[in-house]
C-alpha cells in the first residue's frame, strides 16, 4: 500500500504483549513471564523484548522492577478496556478480525511469532 508506514518489529511486539495482558486477565501488579521468557515465546531475542517493554512502560503499561522481573502497571486499563468492548460487541466496531483487533483495523497486519 503507497503511505502507508511498515510496521516495527518493536510495535507488532508491544501489541502481542498488550493482548497477553488482556488474553490472561493479568491487571496491575500481577507479574510477567520473565524476559527471557516472553522472548522465547514471541520468537525474539531478550533485547529486542526488551526494547518493546520499556516503550509500554512509557506508558506505565507494564513495571519493569531491576531484580524483581516485569508486572502489569496501571496503563493497562484504557487497552483492556477497549478490548473488552470489542470482544462484547465485535459487530458495532466491524468485523473481528481476532487478537488484537482494534490494531489489525488500525492498519496493524500480522501477529507476533508466526509466520502468515
Known amino acids: 500500500m503507497a503511505g ?36 522465547a515465546r514471541f520468537s525474539v531475542t531478550p533485547p529486542t523484548m526488551r526494547e518493546a517493554l520499556r516503550r509500554l512502560q512509557a506508558t506505565d503499561a507494564v513495571q519493569l522492577r531491576h531484580g524483581s522481573g516485569v ?10 478496556a477497549a478490548q473488552s468492548q470489542l470482544r462484547a ?5 466491524g468485523p473481528a478480525v481476532g487478537r488484537g483487533s482494534a490494531h489489525h483495523r488500525a492498519g496493524h497486519r500480522g501477529s507476533v511469532g508466526t509466520t502468515p
Do not use: C, N, W
Open 71 to 80: 508486572y502489569v502497571g496501571r496503563g493497562i486499563f484504557p487497552y483492556a
Open 4 to 39: 502507508t508506514e511498515p510496521i516495527t518489529l518493536s510495535e507488532r511486539l508491544v501489541t502481542g504483549l498488550l493482548d497477553l495482558i488482556t488474553d490472561q486477565h493479568l491487571g496491575p501488579g500481577d507479574p510477567m513471564p520473565t524476559v527471557r521468557d516472553l522472548a
Open 89 to 93: 460487541d465485535p459487530g458495532r466496531h
